[in-house]
């Protein structure tokens, strides 16, 4: 079958660093994106990765090792506005995308 | 631009009734997604259309239609509710003449089946 595995919960302090680990094992890779998600809201697009490597983006970087089925979600410089949920998602072989539950991540003063 | 549209913001509905989730869209993009999420588990596709006349079965299409007539809409019906059902809806749309073929969500609808 196929599974995106990222942690539940995570708790970090403003202006601090913090590391999002998303694992899979999917029929297939045409990609991994990263999502933010605001309780109530729509998911946005963060990044996206088809190669191995980082990506940075400002605040945020993403980075991905194909072999590994790996990748992280980097947020430096954390601002309580960055307390959401952050989903890791996989576009498979069928270029659908499977979806992590998602990693609520609590930013505290 | 308004991007994408969902109606009704949120329903509540007897179990057995019908009902059709509206979602429209004014960036030209030729896919269109309907997911459910529910709490502890990550979005799941209910149905897609990669472009308009055409529609395909995602991972949990059953009591779930869906018709794409024109490029813009994509309703989502459900023809006999049940309260496995109760979920909150979100539709998307992608370019998929892009580099990445993003997919953009619309602000979901919640429904609760009783």
């Known amino acids: 079958g196929q599974n995106i595995d990222q942690p539940t919960e995570m708790t970090a302090t403003e202006g601090a660093i913090v590391q999002i680990n998303c694992t899979y094992q999917?029929?297939?890779?045409?990609?991994l994106f990263w999502y933010q998600q605001h309780a109530g809201e729509a998911p946005t697009f963060l990044s996206y990765?088809?190669l191995d490597g980082l990506e940075e983006k400002g605040r945020f970087s993403s980075f991905l090792s194909r072999s590994k089925g790996y990748s992280y979600l980097l947020l430096k410089e954390l601002q309580m506005k960055d307390s959401a949920s952050y989903l890791c998602?996989?576009?498979?072989?069928?270029?659908?995308?499977?979806w992590g539950a998602g990693t609520k991540l609590i930013i505290k003063p | 631009t308004a991007g994408i549209t969902q109606a009704p913001t949120s329903q509540i509905l007897a179990a057995g009734r019908s009902m059709t989730l509206r979602c429209t869209q004014d960036?030209?993009?030729?896919?269109m997604y309907w997911y459910r999420q529910d709490l502890g588990l990550g979005l799941r596709l209910i149905h897609y259309?990669?472009?308009?006349?055409?529609?395909g079965k995602g991972e949990v299409p059953d009591g779930y239609s869906v018709s794409r007539a024109n490029t813009d809409d994509f309703p989502l019906t459900l023809a006999s509710a049940v309260p496995s059902q109760t979920s909150v809806y979100f539709c998307?749309?992608?370019?998929?003449?892009?580099?990445?073929?993003?997919?953009?969500f619309g602000p979901g609808t919640r429904l609760t089946v009783l």
């Open positions: 998307a749309s992608s370019d998929d003449g892009g580099s990445t073929d993003t997919q953009y």
């Open positions: 960036m030209r993009h030729n896919a």
């Open positions: 259309s990669n472009t308009a006349g055409t529609t």
């Open positions: 999917t029929s297939g890779f045409n990609g």
């Open positions: 990765n088809v």
């Open positions: 998602a996989v576009r498979d072989s069928n270029y659908q995308l499977i």
